[in-house]
């Protein structure tokens, strides 16, 4: 491995995915930053002072022109990540005085990003949760995972990573402590239809057994689409169930700070931007609105 201005990108990634590991970063998702780096920096046996912006250009340009494996152009949340994370690298590199500036600073994302993603529709998430209930009541964990990303609003995630000790206050109250973000670690309150099947898949566990056992991100999101094809419902991702659970929460005249907290977002900014939908804050505010003019509290 060289020195100084000597670093290739190969060696500054190795350094690199230690210092993640050391800031507290999961595994997965170092893995898929390494993995976005690797694709975004074409030639990796370049030494990182070579990279020019010029370069980093025709590297961003490569990247947006690339396809998937279904054949497909990448999206551009696809594309402008990578490039955010690949900036994010440069930077650190330039403070290990690997590189002495950052190639990319100027490159500019290309694109309008996608906010927010198809909702089911009240009717067709009361079918769902039906459904859901239906193989809960079986004893299939993998509804109750499905469940608390609608009526919890959880992250897949923070789902599959919840231990035993988590489930608190009778089942009342369940801590997510290791977020990436200080919103991120919070404690969210079960709904009491999840209490008991909460309570039974952790009985007989000892206190730092996962709640589901071992599982991968995607077990949710199985899940979800799976009741969904069974109750006949459009088809959508768990991630969506998270964004239906906050536009519900601000129809219901919720906060948008409580609905920002229980979604674990820094600001409401990001609930309004990717999850709630438009028509749902806005109803809000006028009902808040009204509370007041008739004399009730804000």
Known sequence: MGLGLDYTIEDALKVYEKHLREKGNKDSSIGQTLIKLRRFFSDVEIEVAAVSPRLGQRYYDELRRSKRKDGELVSVDYHRNTLAEAKTFL??????????????????????????????????????????????????????????????GMRATEIISRVVRDLDDGGRLLWIPDAKTAK?????????????????????????AKVFGEHWRNWPRQWVQRICKQAEVPVVSAHSMRGLHSTLAVESGVSSHAVADALGHESFATTAQSYAKPEAITKAKQQRVMRVLEGGRR
């Open 184 to 208: 991120g670690r919070r404690a969210v309150q079960v709904p009491e239809l999840l209490r008991p099947y909460l309570r039974e898949l952790c009985r007989d566990k000892t206190p730092a």
């Open 91 to 152: 930077k650190w590199c330039v403070k290990k005085n690997w590189a002495p500036a950052n190639a990319l600073e100027k490159v500019e994302g290309v694109g309008r990003r996608k906010h927010g993603k198809p909702q089911l529709r009240i009717d067709e998430a009361r079918l769902w949760i039906a459904k859901a209930i239906e193989h809960a009541d079986r004893g299939e964990a993998g509804a109750v995972a499905a469940l608390m990303t609608l009526l919890m």
